[in-house]
């Protein structure tokens, strides 16, 4: 026997919807996680120049 034939069509579209915003709000989550990281990310790059940055300076003055 057929198991959509016993699923009424309001029941399969409610599980389609219910499907399609499960699916957004997992993107949505996804995309939102990855932007905090993107924002770490950022922090520690600027971080690693400044020390670069110094470390130079501190080469530059201890050869004088």
């Known amino acids: 026997m057929n198991i959509f034939k016993k699923i009424s069509v309001?029941?399969?579209?409610?599980?389609?919807?219910?499907?399609?915003?499960?699916?957004?709000?997992i993107v949505g989550f996804v995309s939102y996680k990855s932007m905090l990281q993107i924002d770490v990310d950022e922090i520690w790059v600027i971080h690693t120049y400044q020390v670069s940055t110094n470390l130079d300076v501190l080469r530059v003055t201890s050869l004088w």
């Open 10 to 25: 309001k029941t399969i579209n409610a599980i389609s919807i219910f499907s399609i915003v499960l699916v957004f709000l």
